[in-house]
């Protein structure tokens, strides 16, 4: 069997590898989605509500290879709200010498 197909072995033995990486680091993995959302939403709040800058130089600022489906800022309770690979996360704005905060909202 190997012998006769060598390149298929190797690439179930790499499938196998794979798999069991992402098995032992399914804690990070599942995380990952949440600093994404997370990141972005806080660091846009601070960006715009901190620092003042304009809302297009704070979207740009904030931009990542993996894109955000959704970034939502509410400049009446000063709220921003970002979605990312299947995440949401709300940041608001706690005072000038606060800054802003991540909501932690129960499962």
């Known amino acids: 069997m190997i012998r006769r197909h060598p390149f298929a ?3 179930v033995l790499l499938g196998l590898l794979l798999a069991t990486l992402a098995w032992t680091n399914r804690v990070h993995l599942q995380a990952f989605s949440r600093i994404l959302a997370a990141y972005s ?13 304009p809302a297009g130089y704070c979207a740009a600022y904030v931009e990542q290879y993996l894109p955000l489906s959704e970034l939502v800022d509410d400049e009446q309770r000063r709220r921003v709200s970002a979605r990312g690979l299947g995440n949401t996360q709300v940041a608001q704005w706690q005072g000038q010498r606060q800054g802003c905060r991540l909501r932690v909202e129960a499962p």
């Open 9 to 11: 072995c190797l690439l």
């Open 41 to 53: 939403a806080k660091e846009y709040c601070s960006c715009r509500y901190v620092m003042g800058h």
